[in-house]
């Protein structure tokens, strides 16, 4: 395994400990739509329309979760070597 990219030199490192940041926002996302309905009004009335909306709420979460993770740990890498030069 290397320590290092070949092309420029970025040291990879391992269990960094810092990408909780970029997660928690990304779970956040979701969550704030939910959030925002429910201030402005919406309320379910039924029991129904309750496991909908849970439903629209936790689907994206688990679907794009493989995804979202392996963007953000691009990202810190990307904002790492970003700010290193």
């Keep these: 395994m290397r320590t290092c990219c070949a092309s420029c ?17 990304t779970d956040r996302i979701f969550l ?8 402005l ?5 039924s ?8 439903a629209m709420v936790v689907a994206p979460l688990v679907a794009t ?4 993770q392996g963007a953000f740990v691009a990202v810190d890498y990307l ?3 970003h700010w290193r030069s």
């Design 65 to 68: 979760m493989p995804n979202r």
């Design 9 to 25: 030199d970025l040291e990879f490192q391992k269990n960094q400990g810092d990408l909780w940041g970029f997660w928690v926002l």
């Design 41 to 45: 009004g919406f309320t379910p009335e």
């Design 79 to 81: 904002s790492r070597a």
């Design 47 to 54: 029991w129904i329309v309750r496991a909908l909306l849970f």
């Design 32 to 39: 704030f739509g939910a959030i925002i309905a429910l201030y």
